[in-house]
């Protein structure tokens, strides 16, 4: 192997390992811990995401509702977080194991009550709301709420994106759920076979919308991540797609 090429496979390696840990260098900040007292390991369906069925979804038990600050009006759905409890000899697993979790839900500030005691997620507050299952994994069940530290890590997904339509003739709407890298979508544009593209808004969490007429022709999404990279899906969805189905394109 020449001096050239053994210097270009170095360069493609650190690279590589740069991408694989570009959120595992962010610093671990510091944060609280809550968890819903559910029977199904998730947090409640139709959260403020928009992901309806979060085991449908693929998001399932380790699952987050976030305080204002950190849900930051939906545009952090979809992001990860890997979390761990700390400072807390009696409610913290030993050895202070991580969890990591998918933005799903909304924790809504409660401003009648203390930020110690119930006002948990009021802002400036940075505070996750765990699922039973995902809480068990750092921390007691005992615990009403213990310390923890937090950072954002890359998503891991099995499968491309997935798709769900809805709306009615005049306006189509998308939800767009299992997001690799950074989960977070910024923005979105959809094509028709007799369309060019067109830019959807973000309607509420995750549903992202156009006011115009697309059925009857097979689409294509142009899907771009908070880093900024784009992704583009053609022909996703065949010119027969009806609201309420499901289509799968390509993975970041």
Sequence with gaps: MGALQFTLLLYLTLLHSCNIAA?????????????????EGSLITE????????HKASYGKYSA???TILFSRGSTC??????????????????????????TDFCPPNYGLSVDYG??????????????VAFSEIAKRKA??????????KCQRSGGLKFTMSGSSHFFQVLITNVGVDGEVAAVKVKGSRTGWIPMAR??????HCNINLQHQPLSFEVTISSGKTLTSYNVANANWQFGQTFEGKQF
Excluded at 119 to 132: A, D, K, M, Y
Excluded at 144 to 153: C, G, M, T
Excluded at 203 to 208: F, L, R, S, T
């Design 144 to 153: 009403d709420i213990v310390p923890v530290q937090y950072r954002r890590v």
């Design 203 to 208: 309607n509420w969490g995750q549903n992202w």
């Design 23 to 39: 959120y595992k260098d962010v610093d671990w900040k510091k944060a609280t811990a809550t968890y819903t007292k559910d029977t």
């Design 119 to 132: 006002g948990w997620c009021n802002f400036p507050r940075e505070h996750f709301e765990l699922s039973q």
């Design 78 to 103: 979809g992001a990860c977080f890997e979390i761990r409890c700390v400072d807390h000899i009696l409610w913290c697993m030993l050895g202070s194991p991580t969890v990591i979790v998918t933005a």
């Design 47 to 54: 959260g403020a995401c928009g992901y309806g069925d979060l």
């Design 65 to 67: 509702g976030l305080s």
